[in-house]
T-cell receptor
Framework: DTGVSQNPRHKITKRGQNVTFRCDPI?????LYWYRQTLGQGPEFLTY????????KSRLLSDRFSAERPKGSFSTLEIQRTEQGDSAMYLC???????????FGSGTRLTVV | AQSVTQLDSQVPVFEEAPVELRCNYS??????LFWYVQYPNQGLQLLLKYLSGSTLVKGINGFEAEFNKSQTSFHLRKPSVHISDTAEYFC????????????FGTGTRLTIIP
């Protein structure tokens, strides 16, 4: 297995545009997590899935954010009407049982101009 | 809710010297504890974790950490650092039970001086 894969690695978009990121977890992992990391900060939890069910969503996630994991495999994170404050690194992680330490992808760096 | 404090934002250390990176946490419930390392332009990599049992935990790359429940601390140590240890280090906690949300500290940048 090649680990957790995130695409694209970088995304530059104009304010007001919609963007979508993709995460492919380790194949046997049923848990998938999204985090956001800004410069000088630790990652902040956004949401997580167990299989296709979205079990928790952070209050940080405004209505402009939506995440899906339609078949319990890959996941997408969409941001609508992007704002400059959305500029950050978006990290995806997956886990087998929630206690194995989570395997993180390399992230998607979003820049909103 | 949980919170994690990493008081040292930057730690410079001479090569082959020992290092300790401090982590304190706050939680109303029992927690699991983790240390991650992040190299430039890469994702986070698990260094070690404490789930239960012995309070001294050994991880990869010669790192170890000790869980101290009374002081709510989980400090990371290495007896002799190498240039390749230059990176950002994050402490994180997760509550025991159903909630799988990891709460991270703000990180400590470890710089090794040749």
């Amino acid at each position: 297995d090649t680990g957790v894969s995130q695409n694209p690695r970088h995304k530059i978009t104009k304010r007001g545009q919609n963007v979508t990121f993709r995460c492919d977890p380790i194949s046997e992992h049923n848990r998938l997590y999204w985090y956001r990391q800004t410069l000088g900060q630790g990652p902040e939890f956004l949401t997580y899935f167990q299989n296709e069910a979205q079990l928790e969503k952070s209050r940080l996630l405004s209505d402009r954010f939506s995440a899906e994991r339609p078949k319990g495999s890959f996941s997408t994170l969409e941001i609508q009407r992007t704002e400059q404050g959305d500029s950050a690194m978006y990290l995806c992680a997956s886990s087998l049982d929630g206690l194995d330490g989570y395997t993180f992808g390399s992230g998607t760096r979003l820049t909103v101009v | 809710a949980q919170s994690v404090t990493q008081l040292d934002s930057q730690v410079p250390v001479f090569e082959e010297a020992p290092v300790e990176l401090r982590c304190n946490y706050s939680s109303s419930v029992s927690v699991y504890l983790f240390w991650y390392v992040q190299y430039p332009n890469q994702g986070l990599q698990l260094l070690l974790k404490y789930l239960s049992g012995s309070t001294l935990v050994k991880g990869i790359n010669g790192f170890e950490a000790e869980f101290n429940k009374s002081q709510t601390s989980f400090h990371l140590r290495k007896p002799s650092v190498h240039i390749s240890d230059t990176a950002e280090y994050f402490c994180a906690v997760r509550p025991m039970g159903g909630n799988e949300k990891l709460t991270f500290g703000t990180g400590t940048r470890l710089t090794i001086i040749p």
